[in-house]
């Protein structure tokens, strides 16, 4: 089992920054990758940026440049530092982690509990 809590979410102008965390817990060393979401009430919750436990990163097309990914292993958790913040990233946003499973389903994902992101013009 494995157990993430996000923080770091709040209120910051267009233009501001602000630094996410998922905190892991439980069965850390199942994990083989995190990703962070966002999702818009109405809208398909989608991806923002991952990062395996090779330590290699992606991110949405809309985020790149702007976001960074990164982990601290030590204490299991992984960030996501967002600059240049616009209106359009305002959402709440999620970590998951996938991990590997020693029977079927082979795989499973788990959720935070998300954090609140809203950026005023």
């Known amino acids: 089992q494995v157990q993430l809590v996000e923080s770091g979410g709040g209120l910051v102008q267009a233009g501001g920054s602000l630094r996410l965390s998922c905190a892991a817990s439980g069965s850390t060393s199942t994990i083989n990758a995190i990703g962070w979401y966002r999702q818009v009430p109405g809208k398909q919750r989608e991806l923002v940026a991952t990062?395996?436990?090779?330590?290699?990163?992606n991110y949405a097309d809309s985020v790149k440049g702007r976001f960074t990914i990164s982990r601290d292993n030590a204490k299991n958790t992984v960030y996501l530092q967002m600059s240049s913040l616009q209106p359009e990233d305002t959402a709440d946003y999620y970590c998951?982690?996938?991990?590997?499973?020693?029977?079927?389903?082979?795989?499973?994902?788990?959720w935070g509990q998300g954090t609140q992101v809203t950026v005023s013009s």
């Open positions: 990062i395996s436990s090779s330590g290699n990163t």
């Open positions: 998951n982690a996938a991990t590997s499973t020693r029977g079927p389903p082979w795989n499973r994902n788990y």
